[in-house]
């Protein structure tokens, strides 16, 4: 049987091939953000590749995690490099299929909501927002004071993706400059909060 690889796809319309580094974005559960592979230089397109078909590639719950853990040959953290060159694009979860195997594919959409049954969630509580909250939600019960770490990184992520849009800028530099230093917090912070969120109720891997 042929080895399955996660986090790989391809635009449904043209066959493009992608790698899928958010499968759902908070507030948004079915829109994802997804690495064009195709046109990329080769000391990028070859790096990405192999950390996709690695342990740490494929341990990763999001793509983005792996991403951001490690760096190109030229020494840029991938993910901030991802973001600062423009591709991590924005797309819809049905526009999106997975080709774990060769021969084999599925909607991104319908993916989703087979993880979010077997995890007994809705498909909106996959982002990080939503499982931040979840998280909160569950320490209020034990009367457990929320880290602030983890609601500062949920309320960064959430003004970056869905209210960075309204800012305005007076040359392209100073625009460039902003999404950088929002790339730098989301990645650090977004860091942050998984780590606690471990400690708090580590993933169960299925044998």
Partial sequence: MAQEIKHVGRVLATKKKVLVAYRTLPGEAHSCLV??????????????????????????YEFADALDRNQFPDGSNMLRWLHGNQRLIKARTNEIEMTPTTGF????????????????????????????QEKKEARRMD?????PAIKQ?????????????????????AEAKFYRSQADKLSKQAAEMRRKAEELAPIKKKV
């Fill in 35 to 60: 690495v064009p592979t195709e046109n990329m230089p080769d000391i990028f397109h070859d790096a990405i590749i192999n950390l996709v078909e690695s342990g740490s590639g494929q341990d990763s």
């Fill in 105 to 132: 594919s599925i909607l991104l959409s319908e993916l989703n909501q087979i993880i979010a049954e077997q995890r007994g969630v809705a498909v909106d509580d996959l982002s990080i927002k939503s499982e931040t």
């Fill in 143 to 147: 009367e457990v004071p929320e880290p």
């Fill in 153 to 173: 990184t949920a309320e960064v992520i959430e003004t970056s993706v869905n209210n960075n849009q309204i800012q305005t800028f007076e040359t392209p530099e």
